[in-house]
Every structure is written in structure tokens, then in C-alpha cells.
């Protein structure tokens, strides 16, 4: 262990104590863990006096070592077996869930069964206060961010990280086609930064996917062919889709269709993109022109008439989608309220009030709520099914 995180043998007996004490004493077992865990040590520093140990079952909790979206990791000692450990403890949301518990626990289950250099060792699962806890293997080191304050870091150093996620996210984050780091994802700011590698890498990277789909497009076109006739068969264009007015010729129909329409006033891909237009060589005229539910057009600055002009957007979409479809086709829409002039509209009726302007039939809607990243209430997203009558 570290010099400043030494547990001598009487901090340790102590601290057994401490344990024992929590069985009798309803206040240790606290539902914000790290709340209580801070009020110690500012309690301590007011007073002068050391902290007692903050206790999480049989593991003394030395340090918080990080977050994420699965709960919070902290550095901890077992008394028991005397080692440092590193004690994931999910945050209560997630403990709270019957299904999210019995997940974690498979997972804990499944890593304590493997023995590999790149996998650490998972020791204990178990639950303090209603939390479900993963004590594992301490693994000393420097974290990300630490090691990126550190110095530049050139390509070689990224190329050398041994863990190929670590280093694929790393080549990623630092070519040339990031064109901003924002906590608010809203925010389209801007400003320089020095080149870390060199460019087009993440270019080349979604150059090799395309070309690997339209490989893969073009063996599924031929093993349907060899079917034989009778087959709807996908209609692959080998041509660049910035240059093509539609994907599919007219004579094609689809079975389905599963599409996710933009969210109407929630984005503003024009703007959100302007610094890419060049570098493609895309004609942003033709963005602003085409783009359906963009912020511009139903912001609370635009007048009347956003509520109709985003109707007829949807109306339109849907038509397209029908001109596609035949007798028994049916269509799946992945759609999220709208921000109309300030106000939410219900996608999923929306979508029910105009589908039959297209010739489409609403027939159910599955919906689910999801946080609002600019604040308020939360807003629905909803998988909507529409046919043809």
C-alpha cells in the first residue's frame, strides 16, 4: 500500500470496530454513500481530528478513484484478507432495478471465471444498503486524464497503449476530424488546436466501412439473384450518394422500413456542421433547403405557423416512405417529441393524426421516457408502426 494510504494494525482494528459498530447503529448505513463519506472528512478537517473510516461491508474505503455511468469506483482495503481492492458501488438508480442488479451480478460472475492479463479479477458481489457493490483487483496506475496533462502525446506514444479499445479511442479522439470538445452538446463554439496525428485517419477508417457494406450489399444482390426471380432484391447503386437524388429507384418496394426522423426543434444540423460542408464538398444550400425539424424553423422566434410547418414536413416524410411500400409493407418510426415555439408535441400522436394523409394507417406506438439535456421535464421517445390500409 502507499504511504499516505497505510493502514497501520491499529487503524485496522479500529476500523473492525468501526464495522461491528455499523451492525448496531442505523446512521452508517446511509443511502448517499458519498455524501456521507464527504461529511467525515469535512467534519474532520473543521476539528482537527482524523477521519474515522468510512466502511462499505467489510472494506474501508481509502479514496474515490472515479465515475461513471454505472456507479462510482473507490479505492478500499479488506480487512479480511488484508489487500487493496477496488470497489465499484452501482449508483441506486440502477440498484433499484431487479433486472440492472441481476445484470451486474452476471457480469461479476462471468469476469470471476476468467484468469487473463487484460481482464481484472473480480473478488466479491454483494449489496450494502440496497447498492450493489463489485469489489475487484486494485490495478495501480495513472488515468487518462492524468496521462494526457501530463505531455503532448504524439502518435507513437498512442500507438504504444497496449489496450486496442484504450488506443482506437485515443486515435480517434486526437485526428484531425474532431472539430470541437464541448461539455454541452448544444454548443457549436469554436476554436483552434494543434494537430496531434496526422490527418484523414478517421477518414480512411469510414472510407474502409463503406467500402466494406457496399461489398457486402453487392454479395447479398447476388445471392438473392441466384434465388431466383420472385425475390424482393435490394437495388445497390455504386455511385456517390452526395451526387444521387434518392437511394432507391422507383420501382422498388420495400417490406420495411425502420427509420428514425429527426426530433423536430431539437437540432440544427446546417449549423451543426458548418465546418464540415467544405472538407466534403457539400453544397449547404441543399441542407438548408432539405432539412426537415431543424431549431431554425420551429424556434419560439419564428412566428406563426411552425406547429403547420412541421406537419407538412412529417406529411411529406411519410409520403415518401408510401411511395416505397406495398399491400402488406410495414413501416417503423423511431421518433422523439418536438420542441415546437417552446412547447413539446407528442410524436407518437402527431404521427397517428397524419398518417392517413400519406394513405398510411397508425397501428401502436411503444413509449419510453428520456432525459431533456437542456433541463425540464423529460421528453418521450416512442417506436411508432404505420401500414398500409
Avoid at 69 to 93: P, S, T, W
Avoid at 134 to 152: H, T
Avoid at 166 to 179: G, H, P
Avoid at 295 to 309: P, T
Wanted: charged share 30%; with cysteine; proline share 4%.
Amino acid at each position: 500500500m502507499d504511504d499516505e494510504e497505510t493502514l497501520t494494525q491499529d487503524s485496522s482494528s479500529a476500523s473492525r470496530s468501526v464495522v461491528d459498530d455499523a451492525d448496531r447503529r442505523a446512521p452508517q448505513a446511509f443511502a448517499d454513500f458519498e455524501g456521507q463519506r464527504q461529511k467525515q472528512l469535512i467534519a474532520a478537517a473543521i476539528f482537527g481530528r482524523p477521519a474515522q473510516p468510512t466502511v462499505l461491508d467489510r472494506y474501508v474505503v481509502l479514496r474515490r478513484v472515479g465515475a461513471g455511468g454505472m456507479g462510482v469506483v473507490y479505492a478500499a482495503y479488506d480487512n479480511e484478507l488484508e489487500r487493496r481492492v477496488a470497489i465499484k458501488l452501482v449508483h441506486l438508480a440502477r440498484s433499484h432495478s431487479g433486472d440492472a442488479q441481476a445484470r451486474v451480478r452476471r457480469e461479476a460472475q462471468a469476469m470471476a471465471r476468467l484468469s487473463h492479463p487484460n481482464v481484472i479479477t473480480v473478488h466479491d458481489v454483494g449489496e450494502f444498503d440496497g447498492r450493489v457493490f463489485v469489489a475487484m483487483e486494485y490495478v495501480k496506475g495513472q488515468d487518462l486524464r492524468s496521462w494526457l496533462k501530463a505531455a503532448p502525446r504524439s502518435l507513437e506514444e498512442i500507438r504504444a497503449v497496449r489496450d486496442a479499445r484504450d488506443r482506437r479511442a485515443l486515435e480517434m479522439v486526437f485526428s484531425a476530424i474532431v472539430v470541437k470538445f464541448s461539455r454541452q452538446r448544444s454548443e457549436t463554439a469554436e476554436r483552434s488546436s494543434g494537430k496531434r496525428i496526422r490527418k484523414g485517419l478517421v477518414t480512411e477508417f469510414f472510407v474502409r466501412k463503406g467500402r466494406e457494406l457496399c461489398e457486402r450489399w453487392a454479395a447479398l444482390d447476388r445471392a438473392l439473384e441466384a434465388r431466383g426471380k420472385g425475390v424482393h432484391e435490394p437495388r445497390f447503386v455504386l455511385s456517390d450518394a452526395r451526387r444521387l437524388p434518392q437511394t432507391l429507384s422507383g420501382e422498388y418496394r420495400c417490406d420495411l422500413i425502420l427509420t428514425s426522423p429527426p426530433y423536430g426543434g431539437t437540432y440544427d444540423y446546417l449549423a451543426h456542421h458548418a465546418r464540415r460542408h467544405a472538407w466534403l464538398g457539400i453544397n449547404p444550400k441543399q441542407l438548408r433547403e432539405g432539412e426537415i425539424g431543424a431549431r431554425r424553423d420551429l424556434s419560439a422566434g419564428k412566428g406563426r405557423g411552425r406547429g403547420e410547418h412541421w406537419d407538412r414536413q412529417i406529411v411529406e416524410t411519410l409520403g415518401a416512405m408510401r411511395a416505397l411500400m406495398h399491400e402488406e409493407s410495414l413501416a417503423v418510426l423511431l421518433v422523439g417529441d418536438a420542441e415546437v415555439g417552446g412547447r413539446r408535441m407528442a410524436a407518437d400522436r402527431q404521427l397517428e393524426r397524419l398518417a392517413p394523409e400519406a394513405e398510411l394507417e397508425f397501428v401502436a406506438a411503444a413509449s419510453s421516457p428520456r432525459p431533456d439535456w437542456r433541463g425540464g421535464p423529460p421528453r418521450k421517445e416512442h417506436l411508432v408502426a404505420l401500414r398500409v390500409p
